[in-house]
């Protein structure tokens, strides 16, 4: 079974929209992290933010915002004012603390922003 | 700090050749892991190690062999290339899955002809 699923395959918005990426996961452990990378045209894997699982608050840097919902188990990502430079794949990830040795990745969610 | 490194960043390979992707961290990092990534199917998990001396396998380990002689080397050994391994593979760090996010390498493209 997918432990993190991103539903959405392909985004396309226009410049200045908003959008959300969604992030389900799937854990039976109390204490876990869950994360999210960026991937843009170049290739390499940048990491944008953490969450334990303890922590549920929100949380905002910038233009970006992640909302963090335990009771639904989900971890969405919402870019506000989309620019070009925010085209990429993003990723959605989960470790567990307790019971196992792995990190698990969604599929990712390609994103195009258009001009 | 160098972070995560990966050598080579470009391989051609010929189908049944064998080759080591290298892969090096200098954070002290216990946690090191192989992945690969093909279209729309994200990152897989190849093989991963908790320390120096302990490896397994991760979701798609056939054909890929690794070893960790030192906590800071991580190589990945083709034994025998196949099209099927034509890929783009990350090696990445971490302290832990319980200890927070992991660090990518830039990534080593191959193309097995």
């Not at chain 1, 922590?55 to 233009?63: L, T």
């Not at chain 1, 989309?82 to 990830?93: E, I, K, L, M, R």
């Amino acid at each position: 079974a997918q432990k993190v699923t991103q539903a959405q395959t392909e985004i396309s918005v226009v410049e200045k929209e908003d959008v959300t990426l969604d992030c389900v996961y799937e854990t039976r452990d109390t204490t876990y992290y869950l994360f999210w990378y960026k991937q843009p045209p170049s290739g390499e894997l940048v990491f944008l933010i953490r969450r334990n699982s303890f922590d549920e608050q929100n949380e905002i840097s910038g233009r970006y915002s992640w909302n963090f919902q335990k009771s639904t188990s989900s971890f969405n990502f919402t870019i506000t004012a989309s620019q070009v430079v925010d085209s990429a794949v993003y990723f959605c990830a989960l470790s567990e603390a307790q019971s196992g040795n792995q990190f698990y990745f969604g599929t990712g969610t390609s994103l195009t922003v258009i001009p | 700090n160098a972070g995560v490194t990966q050598t080579p960043k470009f391989q051609v390979l010929k189908t049944g050749q064998s080759m080591t992707l290298q892969c090096a961290q200098d954070m002290n990092h216990e946690y090191m892991s192989w992945y690969r990534q093909d279209p729309g199917m994200g990152l897989r998990l190849i093989h991963y190690s908790v320390g120096a001396g302990i490896t397994d396998q991760g979701e798609v380990p056939n054909g890929y062999n690794v070893s960790r002689s030192t906590t800071e080397d991580f190589p990945l050994r083709l034994l025998s290339a196949a099209p099927s391994q034509t890929s783009v593979y990350f090696c990445a760090s971490s302290y832990g899955p319980g200890f927070g996010e992991q660090y990518f390498g830039p990534g080593t493209r191959l193309t097995v002809t």
